[in-house]
């Protein structure tokens, strides 16, 4: 079973830029396809992004797409989340998930951080 613990979130202004870091803990995270998924208050969690076990694949949602990458490092078990051009409407709490699939689905995910607020300004 792994763990992971979400950081990097915090307050900006509309266009600026964020990283978001996911850090693993408990077992093989190179077992894992890695995604980022998003809710807003009031809204369903929706899909980011993910990336596939070595990184050499990865799918985003049309919301982000060219504005937000996804990249691991199975060394250090990390994933990032770099966020650029951020919008108001990026607002949410941001989780990382880990599958044993590639997949866009939450269901699909068996294994959750617990979130972090990311609030862009207008």
């Known amino acids: 079973q792994v763990q992971l613990v979400e950081s990097g979130g915090g307050l900006v202004q509309a266009g600026a830029s964020l990283r978001l870091s996911c850090a693993a803990s408990?077992?093989?995270?190179?077992?894992?396809?890695m995604g980022w998924f998003r809710q807003a208050p009031g809204q369903e969690r929706e899909f980011v992004g993910r990336i596939s076990w070595t990184g050499g694949l990865t799918y985003y949602a049309e919301s982000v797409k060219g504005r937000f990458t996804i990249s691991r490092d199975n060394v250090k078990n990390t994933v990032h989340l770099e966020m650029n051009s951020l919008k108001p409407e990026d607002t949410a709490v941001y989780y990382c998930?880990?599958?044993?699939?590639?997949?866009?689905?939450?269901?699909?995910?068996?294994?959750w951080g617990q979130g972090t607020q990311v609030t862009v300004s207008s």
């Open positions: 998930a880990a599958a044993y699939r590639l997949t866009t689905r939450s269901g699909d995910y068996e294994y």
């Open positions: 408990g077992g093989t995270f190179s077992r894992y396809v």
